[in-house]
């Protein structure tokens, strides 16, 4: 099997991963499209020192209707939620775990798949929740089966242009597509850049 990512000269290169965060510069993160769970589905994800950041794990089966973004240590950091009984096909992204306990955790974005009979290259728009998420909304497009996509914020008012704020692209090696990049550009929430690939992942699946 094909190294996911190298972990040669881990120091230094993590180093220069933290150079880039202070110095504003854009991050690039390894996508692997598996779970670390034996027989599980789910997400790996590791910084340019080929060090865990992110792991999505879940059972075998179908596709969840609950996803729970976590960091390497295994807290919740995100969790994307399908929505029930909706005329469109619709999620809610929460902040931590939706289902822990009271208090409730904080919806932050309501995310639905773009639905066009004419051909474009929008695949999905974030809003954000009420009371959460700021005044930002998200565009999508691009392909997510190709493993080629961007992500613009635009904050909606008037004349305002969309900046791109992430990117998903085929690493440079040939290991097929479950392995990709994720560009997390500055200012941009690296864990809310994941929960974009999850959501295009579910959307695809179903």
Not at 58 to 83: C, F, Q, W
């Amino acid at each position: 099997m094909t190294k996911v990512h190298p972990n040669a000269a881990a120091s230094a290169t993590a180093a220069a991963e933290a150079a880039k965060v202070e110095k504003g510069e854009a991050v690039s993160l390894t996508v692997w499209r598996r779970s670390l769970l034996f027989n599980g589905k789910g997400f790996t994800v590791f910084d340019g020192a080929g060090n865990l950041v992110f792991r999505v794990e879940t059972y075998a089966g179908g596709s969840p209707r609950e996803v729970v973004l976590m960091d390497a240590d295994g807290h919740a950091l995100l969790t994307i939620r399908r929505k029930k009984l909706s005329l469109a096909d619709e999620w809610l992204i929460y902040d931590g775990d939706a289902a822990a306990p009271a208090p409730a955790p904080a919806k932050r974005f309501t995310a639905r798949r773009h639905i066009s009979l004419r051909p474009t290259k929008s695949l999905a728009h974030l809003s954000p929740a009420r009371g959460g998420g700021g005044g930002c909304r998200y565009d999508v497009e691009g392909s997510y089966a190709g493993r080629c996509l961007d992500v613009f914020a635009s904050g909606g008012g008037a004349g305002e242009e969309r900046r791109r704020v992430a990117a998903v692209c085929r690493k440079e090696a040939a290991v097929g597509p479950d392995v990709f990049r994720l560009v997390v550009e500055p200012g941009f929430e690296p864990a809310l850049a994941m929960a974009v690939v999850i959501l295009l992942d579910q959307m695809h699946a179903s």
